[in-house]
């Protein structure tokens, strides 16, 4: 795996608009560009092999320890709060379905993957795997800029588009409403998954969340109709949710969440330390625990919930700034991460592996400016070249 420089696309900007891609420049609050254009990452057909073989055994592996705690009644150490431990253990037993999840993982370019985190009920970066890094590929190659033979690990959109197609035809699924914040990668995000949805034959609406309705003489969300939604695809946290003012409704609603209400078992970063529990020593996944201080001072501090690297605390570091400094936390041991040189500095490299119901499809990165992914953190295309 190695980061090589090119000379960006002279239009590359109103190209990632193209296709929906907006949110790329700089603002007071993200002051470093999200897109990469001066450079991508290489990786051989075996280190894909290597990436993609791990991944689908730790899918297999999440899912496992989502059912083992859900089963068990361990929901509580996860971080899940009482009143919606039954809603979950049904949402599990109905076998409510997925779409979609991402799984982080440190890759040192020699055959060494380990799992970092699992971002199952709202991973964003999708529009940019699935489709920018496709685009940028074509127009590099038209360029003359790749080398011979590049393509690019990313069937994220095809996987997705069938996907929803399996779950019309197997589950009878026939209309989905989508939300999101209004927000706009998350409305972007949406957006692109409601267009699969539909090009797999689904009717499609679109509700902000703020917008979502909930009666007590109505067993389901309401749209802005007051008419009831049974399915919703849910750009929001669920961990947002239980601590809004109507959080009862998720353990009562009757309408059905894609991703499921399951998936928020799977969203604990607690579910680390069950991983370990149950296959220790297993080479890909990193030593972690809810018990601090087991594991010695080599460790990554990590709140049960939290975004964008808030309130993570390195070896040896201070903890990031954030808003989930009250919650438990997780251990997990220390792993080095790749440094990568970029014009303005190092890079730190994380894979997003794209998960398609239970099949990995893809791959897209994120180099973070420091050793922790936050929100200064780059998007970065790559490529496969023969090798």
């Known amino acids: 795996m190695i980061r090589r420089t090119l000379s960006p696309r002279p239009d590359w ?3 990632l608009r193209e296709v929906g891609f907006t949110w790329f420049a700089p603002t007071p609050e993200h002051p470093v560009p999200y897109w990469s254009e001066d450079g991508y990452y290489a990786f051989t057909p075996a280190h894909i092999e290597q990436i993609r073989a791990a991944s689908q055994e730790l899918t297999k592996l999440v899912l496992e320890a989502t059912g083992h705690a859900i089963e068990r009644g361990r929901l509580a150490e996860l971080g899940i709060p009482a009143f919606l431990h039954s809603a979950v253990r049904d949402s599990w037993e109905r076998d409510d379905p997925t779409v979609y999840m991402r799984l982080d993982l440190a890759f040192d370019g020699q055959g060494s993957v380990k799992l970092l985190e699992v971002n199952a009920q709202t991973p964003t970066s999708l529009l940019e795997a699935a489709v920018s890094q496709w685009q940028w590929l074509e127009d590099q190659q038209a360029r003359g800029e790749l080398p011979a033979g590049a393509t690019q690990w990313n069937t994220i959109h095809e996987g997705l588009t069938e996907q929803w197609a399996h779950l019309k035809a197997a589950r009878g699924l026939t209309e989905v409403a989508f939300s999101s914040a209004r927000v706009e990668e998350d409305a972007a995000t949406v957006t692109y998954l409601r ?20 009666s007590a003489t109505e067993a389901y969300l309401l749209d802005t109709w007051s008419l009831p ?15 809004s003012r109507d959080s009862a409704f998720l353990a009562s609603t009757g309408t059905r969440f894609i991703e499921p209400l399951w998936k928020a078992v799977t969203g604990s970063k607690g579910l680390l330390a069950l991983l370990h529990e149950l296959n220790p020593g297993h080479p890909h996944l990193l030593p972690a625990t809810l018990t601090p201080g087991a594991l010695g001072p080599d460790v990554v501090r990590k ?3 939290s975004r964008e690297g808030q309130n993570v605390q390195l070896p040896g570091e201070a903890s990031t700034p954030g808003a989930y400094a009250d919650l438990p936390v997780v251990e997990q041991a220390y792993t080095e991460l ?6 303005d500095g190092p890079r730190y490299p994380v894979l997003g592996v794209w998960v398609a119901g239970d ?21 970065a295309p790559h490529v496969v070249v023969p090798g």
């Not at 267009?195 to 909930?214: P, V």
């Not at 790749?338 to 014009?343: E, F, H, S, V, Y």
């Open 195 to 214: 267009e699969l949805a539909g090009a797999a034959g689904l009717r499609t609406s679109f509700i902000f969340t703020e917008d979502l309705g909930t």
């Open 359 to 379: 099949e990995v499809c893809g791959l897209g990165i994120r180099e973070g400016r420091s050793r922790v992914t936050d929100n200064r953190a780059t998007f």
């Open 303 to 305: 709140p049960l919930f």
């Open 13 to 15: 900007e109103s190209r």
């Open 229 to 243: 939604i049974r399915q919703l695809m849910w750009l929001w946290p669920f961990e947002f949710a239980w601590e």
């Open 338 to 343: 790749p440094t990568a040189q970029a014009p």
